[in-house]
């Protein structure tokens, strides 16, 4: 067992819901070394279940969100935002001993205490789609209910795909969904111009491919790395008067490439908060 996972080395821990980001976070965390019957799974179809067992035979599988919410110590809320409040429906009636997280974009930690009751330990994450393969970036946020251990287990959970970090501003969670939760497309979308651009010009498909991708690796490990220098002067180290990469940067700064970032990050921020206002709301097909 890695030592992260080891504040939830003996923790029961349930999902409701078990589709991508769900199946991602119990991969990681079996990987890492957590028993999976320690693991309790519930999800109205029974396809993906079936799928998971196939992986994990001794995962604890159910279609009754109940089940999974009565075992667990930590209970990942993992289904889409229009269907939180259907799905806490079954748990309404029960004597909850949990702490609840839920993973659900734009979902705030007030309406999962108004869905299950009042003075639950509740923490809201916004993990993104690179969790898939054990680099997500995942956003925490803790409500006063929650104790330094729970957050500790939260820790342990996310960092078992990728890396987290907390928030102490809850309101700050909208920037972390435009950020890490929406970012992979912002760098996919680039990435994809990038190679098309190459192929306009000659460069085979698979060569610029594996090019731009490294490329995007590379940059993303040096500003890991060298966390005491500006990303700026990292572009600025890179980046000789009158070269190259000068005559490509005049391009995207005349193009205003900061500014149209900070109208996307916005955007994202928005829609987040008109998702929360869906989420509070029940969802009735
Ligand atoms: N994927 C991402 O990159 C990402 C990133 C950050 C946050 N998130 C958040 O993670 C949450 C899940 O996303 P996802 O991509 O994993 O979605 P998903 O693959 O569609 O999984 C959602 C699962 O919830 C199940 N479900 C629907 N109604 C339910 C109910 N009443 N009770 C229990 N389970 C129910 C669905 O089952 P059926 O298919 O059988 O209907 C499905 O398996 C979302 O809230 C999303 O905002 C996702």
């Known amino acids: ?3 992260a996972i080891q504040a939830i080395a003996n923790a029961k821990i349930g999902f409701i819901g078990a589709g991508n980001m769900a199946a991602s976070i119990l991969g990681g965390l079996i990987q890492s070394g957590l028993p999976a019957k320690q693991i309790y799974v519930s999800n109205p179809s029974q396809g993906k279940l079936d799928a998971l067992l196939e992986r994990y035979p001794d995962l604890n599988t159910s279609n009754d969100n109940g089940y999974v919410a009565e075992h667990a110590d930590y209970l990942l809320l993992s289904v889409k935002p229009q269907k939180m409040a259907l799905a806490c429906k079954p748990l309404q009636e029960l004597d909850l001993n949990c702490c609840v997280i839920s993973v ?4 705030g930690c007030q309406t999962i205490e108004d869905l299950l009751g009042k003075g639950l330990p509740v923490i809201r994450s916004m993990p993104n789609t690179p969790s898939l393969v054990g680099a997500g970036a995942t956003g925490l946020f803790a409500n ?3 104790s330094e251990q ?3 287990a939260a820790t342990a959970i996310f960092d078992a795909v990728g890396l987290s970090v907390w928030v102490d501003d809850e309101s700050q969670m909208d ?3 435009a950020v890490s939760g929406s970012g992979p497309a912002h760098y996919f979308l680039y990435m994809e111009s990038v190679v ?3 192929m306009k010009q000659g460069l085979p498909e698979t060569t610029a491919r594996q090019l731009a991708a ?3 690796l590379g940059a993303a490990r040096m500003v890991q790395d060298n966390p005491n220098l500006e990303i700026s002067q990292l572009r600025r180290n ?3 008067p009158g070269g190259t990469t000068a005559a490509a940067l005049d391009v995207l700064n005349d193009g205003k490439l900061p500014e149209l970032v900070a109208k996307a990050v916005n955007a994202s921020v928005v829609r987040g908060k008109e998702l929360a206002e869906i989420a509070s709301k029940p969802d009735h097909d």
Do not use: P, R
């Not at 659900?104 to 979902?107: C, E, L, N, Q």
């Open 196 to 198: 098309v651009a190459a």
């Open 1 to 3: 067992m890695s030592d």
């Open 238 to 240: 890179v980046t000789s």
């Open 150 to 152: 729970q957050k500790k």
């Open 175 to 177: 920037l972390v969904t």
């Open 214 to 216: 490294q490329t995007a």
């Open 104 to 107: 659900a974009a734009g979902v």
């Open 144 to 146: 006063q209910h929650t």
